[in-house]
Nanobody
Framework: QVQLVESGGGLVQAGGSLRVSCAAS????????TGWFRQAPGKDREFVAA????????YYGDSVKGRFTIYRDDAKNTVYLQMNTLKPEDTALYYC?????????????????WGQGTQVTVSS
């Protein structure tokens, strides 16, 4: 089993920055990819970013390319999402997830374990 705990969400003004964290524990050595997804009220869950276990491969959704950066600190068993130039449309509940398969990193159904989410709110 894998446990994921997100933190770092909050309220920020448009144009500002925020970093959210995903701390993992348990049998994390089996996971191949860690992803971030977000879900706004009334909308489908959206792929944000993903990173391979080695950190050598990163992937981003079109709406966040050039503004968000995903990276990992294996010593802390933590994956981070640095969010810059935030926009009101980035407001959502942000989830991290882990999967044994990297091929469909952009599909939420690909992921086996999920955290409880952390709220990010961007004011205009």
């Amino acid at each position: 089993q894998v446990q994921l705990v997100e933190s770092g969400g909050g309220l920020v003004q448009a144009g500002g920055s925020l970093r959210v964290s995903c701390a993992a524990s348990g049998r994390t050595f089996s996971s191949v990819v860690t992803g971030w997804f977000r879900q706004a009220p009334g909308k489908d869950r959206e792929f944000v970013a993903a990173i391979s276990r080695s950190g050598s491969s990163t992937y981003y959704g079109d709406s966040v390319k050039g503004r968000f950066t995903i990276y990992r600190d294996d010593a802390k068993n933590t994956v981070y999402l640095q969010m810059n130039t935030l926009k009101p449309e980035d407001t959502a509940l942000y989830y991290c997830a882990m999967s044994y398969y990297i091929e469909y990193y952009y599909r939420s159904s690909n992921y086996n374990y999920w955290g409880q989410g952390t709220q990010v709110t961007v004011s205009s």
